[in-house]
């Protein structure tokens, strides 16, 4: 019996067996292992990290509005500023990974963003005294890992002119609240006043310890500001996103410059403006029982921001 001139040849390809007729699953599901960013995601550690970095962003996007608080101060107290700047400026070197990083805390900067000026309108009108407090808590748990870092290059006396020179930058905050008490805050924000109202709050983040609240507390934007986010007011909402993302775009990679050039000054720079800006949100004693909260608090907030740093967010 004659063999076949042309027999049929077996496949060269391992991944498809003799017989096989649908390869596009296997092709399919060669890509799906192999996705590093599919496998991050469902990864157990990616979403414990993400948890974590959520809440990071959470604390942050609260503190950029809070009086007296700056993003970046609570950024640089929870150790994760520079990381973040570093993953923003070279974003586009590896974009699947730094948004993976970013993602999280933008988040969660959002959801803070809303519940601060939410609270605004309620917590912070009952119980202001308690919320600093906390908020001094989560700072002052911050400065070990924070001094840490800022001598990671070994430390020199002459940085401590910087710090000087933070304090007393951060000093003149304390004038700008004054006139702020003076303005009023009523109405809505146009468009532009949005845009240059995202572009002011992105620099309490870009810049660590700069309150813009008190800037735009003196321009009468601040209460606006806070009510177009408490009412989701889309339109104003967009313009202060806009404002606020191409400003911190056009000046991250200077800040980083700053920091890579001027490491020991940078940082004990914002030294300064932590201490200074601890000060002047710092509200009083009372001597009650609502004195013993607020100490409660401030130690809750101190033990939350050192195991921040202390796992290495």
Do not use: C
């Not at 993003?71 to 990974?97: C, E, H, Q, T, W």
């Not at 990083?101 to 609270?119: D, R, V, Y």
């Amino acid at each position: 019996m004659r063999e076949p001139k042309n027999p049929k040849k077996k496949s060269k390809n391992p991944n498809i067996s003799e017989g096989t007729s649908r390869p596009s699953e296997v092709s399919s599901e060669n890509m799906q292992v192999n996705d590093p960013v599919s496998e991050a995601l469902h990864s157990r550690e990616y979403k414990r990290t993400a948890l974590l970095h959520i809440l990071v962003g959470l604390v942050i996007g609260i503190g950029g509005i809070l009086p007296g608080v700056s993003g970046g101060v609570m950024a640089v107290s929870l150790g994760i500023y520079r990381p973040m700047i570093d993953a923003i400026a070279n974003f586009f070197k590896s974009p699947k990974r730094n948004l993976l990083f970013l993602a999280p805390i933008g988040i969660g900067a959002g959801l803070g963003l809303m519940l601060g000026s939410i609270a605004l309108d309620g917590v912070m009108e009952n119980h202001y005294v308690q919320v600093m407090y906390l908020f001094l808590g989560l700072v002052a748990g911050g400065i070990p890992s924070f001094l840490r870092e800022a001598n990671a290059r070994g430390f020199k006396a002459r940085y401590l002119i910087a710090t000087l020179g933070g304090a007393l930058l951060a000093s003149a905050m304390l004038f700008l609240d004054k006139e702020a008490s003076a303005a009023t805050a009523a109405g809505t924000l146009r468009p532009l006043e949005a845009l240059i109202s995202g572009a002011i709050l992105s620099v309490g983040t870009v810049i660590p310890g700069i309150s813009t609240s008190f800037i735009l507390m003196y321009l009468g934007w601040y209460k606006p500001a806070m009510a177009a986010v408490a009412d989701m007011d889309l339109v104003i909402l967009a313009f202060l996103a806009i404002g606020a993302v191409v400003f911190a775009l056009l000046t991250i990679k200077a800040a980083r410059w700053l920091f890579d050039r001027f490491y020991g000054y940078a940082y004990y720079g914002v030294l300064g403006f932590l201490i200074v800006s601890a000060i002047l949100i710092f509200p009083g004693l009372t001597y009650d029982w609502g004195q013993v909260v607020s100490l409660l608090l401030a130690a809750a907030g101190f033990v939350v921001a050192w195991l921040f740093g202390r796992i290495g967010t």
